[in-house]
């Protein structure tokens, strides 16, 4: 498997987020995986965002779970991260991962 995220790089404080996650050599709906949204704010450790499993059940930090969703596309094989009310402190890295498969990542700044 190997994941690829994307997404706008820069985006202005209250906007919403929105990030892919390419899932290659694999299905995004292959039993048992769970598709995790991770990110990493500079000079910080690392956030668990969420994740959607194969089955299409979600689950999101409690910290992080009123402005965030987590979805896919089955035919597309890519999962989506939304995050609205953005604020300075939401900028970091974006990463996708399954398992011990780790994406790139993406750099997100929330900046005016």
């Known amino acids: 498997v190997q994941l690829q995220e994307s997404g706008p790089g820069l985006v202005k404080p209250s906007q919403t987020l929105s990030l892919t996650c390419a899932v290659s050599?694999?299905?995004?709906?292959?039993?048992?995986?769970?598709w995790n949204w991770i990110r990493q704010p500079p000079g910080k450790g690392l956030e668990w965002i969420g994740y959607i499993s194969y089955s299409g059940s979600t689950h999101y930090n409690p910290d992080l779970k009123s402005r965030t969703s987590i979805s896919r596309d089955n035919a597309k094989n890519i999962a989506y991260l939304q995050m609205n009310s953005l604020k300075s402190e939401d900028t970091a890295v974006y990463y996708c991962k399954q398992r011990t498969i780790w994406g790139q990542g993406t750099q997100v700044t929330v900046s005016s």
């Open positions: 050599d694999g299905s995004i709906t292959t039993n048992n995986y769970y």
